[in-house]
């Protein structure tokens, strides 16, 4: 498995501004995904992280909105800018699990409410 | 294209009995991996158990099991003994295995009654 921490774990932020979300993760990872559920909907993959080379976004997601670093393979960001109440999400990351396994774990998640 | 689909927005279920919540997948990928996550109204999301598309049996963990029916592209959860504490939404997905991205059904929001 793979312990996952998430900062801040919620957030009330004004429209405009940016919030940078951190995740870390308890051994080493190539890849880290981003995900975000927006209010009673289920989830949307935003991009995949590898370290070392730029985030790769899915269709609907740039990364002028979405910044994300990864400066580690324990490590990463997802900045949410100029933020707009449609914003409002929980906002997850995600790791494979370590080992010999295809399982799939999630942080606890950053519940984001604009104002 | 990858697509989930669970047909069950909500979903009741007595204490102690056992529950089926359904999901269908289409995939055109041979090899793939089938997810079931729990979310409670504290939003994170819990793995629950993995089925990979080569797996000759279902796979089992604890009170839950996967009734994999590849041929009909289903992978239906089931509780067993429900539990008060399983009241949550519950997130059906699969990854074909080589580009690692998970897709989500639209979730079965389960309540359990005492």
């Known amino acids: 498995s793979a312990v996952i921490s998430q900062k801040p774990s919620r957030d009330i932020c004004q429209r405009g501004t940016s919030l940078t979300i951190q995740c870390q993760v308890d051994s080493q990872v190539t890849m880290m995904f981003w995900y975000r559920q927006q209010p009673g909907q289920s989830l949307t993959l935003i991009a995949t992280a590898n370290q070392g080379s730029e985030a790769t976004y899915e269709s609907g997601f740039v990364i002028d909105k979405f910044p994300i670093s990864r400066p580690n393979l324990t490590f990463s960001t997802l900045t949410v800018s100029n933020m707009s109440p449609e914003d409002s999400s929980i906002y997850l990351c995600?790791?494979?699990?370590?080992?010999?396994?295809?399982?799939?774990?999630f942080g606890p998640g950053t519940r984001l409410t604009v104002t | 294209a990858q697509k989930i689909t669970q047909t069950q927005p909500g979903m009741f279920v007595q204490e102690k009995e056992a529950v089926t919540l359904d999901c269908t997948y289409d995939t055109s990928d041979p090899s793939y991996g089938l997810f079931w996550y729990k979310q409670p109204s504290s939003g994170e999301m819990i793995f629950l158990i993995y089925?990979?598309?080569?797996?000759?049996q279902n796979a089992t963990e604890g009170r839950y099991s996967l009734n994999f029916q590849k041929a009909r592209k289903s992978a239906n959860l089931v509780i067993s003994a429900s539990q008060l504490g399983d009241s949550a939404m519950y997130f059906c997905?699969?990854?074909?295995?080589?580009?690692?991205?998970?897709?989500f059904g639209q979730g079965t929001e389960l309540s359990v009654k005492p």
């Open positions: 995600s790791v494979w699990g370590t080992g010999l396994t295809y399982e799939q774990y």
């Open positions: 997905a699969m990854r074909n295995n080589q580009g690692g991205k998970l897709i």
């Open positions: 089925q990979g598309s080569y797996d000759q």
